[in-house]
């Protein structure tokens, strides 16, 4: 089979560094929505729970607003900044298809 040249483009870089926030965003998200549970909890149970919604609600926006930063602003621009910094990542490679998957044949930074 003819290899296939590959290169990874700017918007690639930004699409995959955006994939993989968004799973370890959700498991951020999860912790702090079973810590802020835990601490109503334990809120409701000594009768403090008024005196707390105010911080759970602060919390629960300031924790929306810094995801919410961090994916439409952080993560894109350090994506295209690595995309910009470093030369190998925009170096073509040539690829084979084989029974077990993608094998690189050569790159061409090293010929």
């Avoid at 298809?97 to 061409?108: A, K």
Wanted: proline residues 5%.
């Amino acid at each position: 089979m003819e290899p296939l040249r590959y290169s990874i483009s700017e918007t690639a870089q930004v699409a995959f560094s955006l994939m993989h926030f968004r799973a370890s965003a959700w498991k951020t998200l999860a912790f702090l929505c079973a810590f802020v549970v835990a601490i109503a909890c334990l809120a409701w149970s000594t009768g403090r729970l008024p005196e707390v919604v105010p911080v759970i609600v602060g919390g629960g926006v300031g924790i929306a607003l810094w995801l919410g930063i961090l994916r439409f602003i952080i993560v894109p621009w350090q994506a295209k900044r690595a995309w910009n910094e470093f030369a190998l990542i925009k170096e073509p490679i040539d690829l084979t298809l084989t029974e077990t998957g993608f094998n690189p044949v050569s790159y061409t930074h090293l010929t």
